[in-house]
């Protein structure tokens, strides 16, 4: 079972670096979300949402603005999925797309064990010490 939520997660990540590389707009909660992302490698156009001084809505538009395409990568709590679907509804309201996919199927695989994104990196290391205790392939 954790083999098969790793590699899952993994082909998630590499999703969303493909998205990054590629300049789509990711939306994550705060600072620690951004450092946890690019230390698994993500690299992109982060735009935090907590603690801005703009409102969700602005915050929507700089990101449709640049982008056909939006990700939405909030915090698995209350908040993150309020978050997430205010956001979701004012950057469709925007003529773009919010992608919410990821988040989603992160969100399924981790729920039990963290419910930020700043944990992601911990918990990944997590299932690599599980399956390959005695180090490997990473």
């Known amino acids: 079972m954790s083999l098969r939520r790793l590699l899952r997660l993994n082909e998630e990540l590499e999703e969303l670096k493909y998205y990054g590389e590629k300049g789509v707009p990711i939306l994550i909660e705060g600072k620690k979300d951004e450092k946890a992302l690019r230390e698994l490698g993500i690299k992109g156009f982060f735009i935090k949402v907590s603690g801005s001084p703009l409102n969700l809505f602005e915050i929507a538009e700089i990101a449709a603005k640049s982008s056909p395409n939006v990700i939405i990568l909030t915090d698995f709590d209350k908040k993150g999925n309020q978050l997430a679907k205010k956001l979701s509804n004012d950057i469709q309201s925007l003529g773009s797309y ?41």
């Open 98 to 138: 919010p992608e919410m996919k990821i988040r989603r199927r992160i969100m399924g695989m981790t729920r039990k064990y963290i419910k930020d994104i700043e944990s992601l990196p911990k918990h990944i290391n997590k299932l690599k010490i599980d399956v390959y205790p005695y180090g490997c392939c990473w």
